[in-house]
């Protein structure tokens, strides 16, 4: 099968940049970064961190770098940090807070919430004493990988971040797809993250560049975040030809609608195979439980992969699938049709 008969929805980091964001590339005014001679990786943090409604920006080779930096910053070595027990920073990024960072983590199910209520932060907020850690740092997340992709409304990020807060404790967004939660929500994303102290979010996932991510917050500790991003090895040199695309990438926040109307038509039709039950999406993300079905998602995803749809094993009978810059509602007609297919052989 051709790449071109490849329906890939495994995520949407599988992107490739447009034409325009080649040349952008290429024609990029750069400098070395680490000096901060780089006019377009300027530029761009300027950007970002208007675009979230921050005082400063740092981009980050990562939204896992930008992440582990943001904890990295908040924190001292040995204390503590709350997070919701199926976020993208305790499941996803190889124990980095206590690699990195010398912490303790300790998690909160949120379930369908998605983030911890405020009476929920307060019992797990401890102080330091003589046999415990303090906490040092709550982590949020939206929008919820893991639960699907869930939009989390900003009364639930505004409470849970000010009950820390009131504590004495800081609070960072994952917000690697946040700019899918402001559209989703119909909310500005720089109200989305009124109350969180620093933010992080990706121009190569929905947003379609071929690399990067930013970290946002106060100019103070951007400074400092900027100091860690060099110990962590994401000092970058002439970065700006990695930063244009990131510019024309801002631009396509609005063009996220596209991708949520079409994860919407997917989950129906994905739906109404036999065996199939498929939540509708919040956003780009689509979950498809195959448990009724007898099939387990590890056989699924292979299957789907022999007949050209890309996608990626959740848990035992679950499977993501996330539209992208790339798939067009053809796509997701042609990827129904062969996904019934699959359903069908594998179930005879």
């Known amino acids: 099968m051709s790449t071109d008969d490849f329906i890939d929805m495994r995520s949407d980091t599988v992107t490739r940049p447009s034409e325009a964001m080649r040349e952008a590339a290429r024609d990029a005014d750069v400098g070395d970064d680490v000096y901060r001679d780089d006019p377009t990786v300027n530029e761009l943090e300027r950007r970002a961190a208007e675009a979230v409604g921050m005082e400063a920006a740092l981009y980050t080779p990562s939204g896992t ?17 709350l997070l919701e027990r199926e976020s993208h920073i305790y499941r996803w990024e190889l124990a980095g807070a206590s690699a990195l960072s010398g912490l303790q983590t300790r998690t909160i199910d949120a379930g369908d919430r998605c983030v911890p209520t405020p009476e929920e932060v307060e019992e797990a907020i401890v102080e330091e004493d003589l046999h415990r850690p303090g906490t040092g740092l709550l982590t949020l997340e939206n929008t919820h990988n893991y639960r699907g992709g869930r939009a989390v409304p900003k009364d639930r990020i505004d409470a849970a971040a000010t009950a820390a807060r009131d504590a004495g404790v800081p609070v960072h967004l994952d917000g690697a797809r946040v700019f899918n939660a402001s559209v989703a929500l119909d909310e500005p994303a720089p109200a989305l993250v009124s109350e969180i102290d620093s933010v992080t979010f990706c121009l190569s996932k929905g947003l379609g560049a071929p690399v990067g991510s930013v970290l946002a917050g106060e100019e103070a500790f951007i400074e400092d975040a900027r100091r860690v991003r060099k110990l962590f090895g994401g000092g970058m040199r002439q970065a700006g030809m990695i930063a244009a695309p990131g510019l024309l990438a801002l ?29 509708d999406p919040d956003t780009n993300i689509v979950v498809a439980d195959t448990e009724a079905a007898g099939i387990e998602a590890s056989d699924f995803v292979d299957a789907c992969t022999d007949a050209g749809v890309g996608c990626g094993e959740f848990d035992t009978y679950t499977t993501r699938f996330t539209t992208n810059l790339d798939i067009d509602a053809e796509d997701v007609a042609d990827a129904v049709d062969r996904v019934s297919a699959v359903v069908e052989d594998l179930s005879a």
Not at 256 to 279: K, T, Y
């Open 65 to 81: 770098m930008a992440n582990q930096i943001a904890v990295n910053v908040h924190t001292e070595p040995g204390q503590e940090l």
């Open 251 to 279: 631009e396509n926040v609005d063009r996220l609608a596209e991708d949520h109307a079409n994860a919407a038509d997917l989950a129906a039709g994905l739906d109404d195979l036999p065996g199939v039950s498929v939540p």
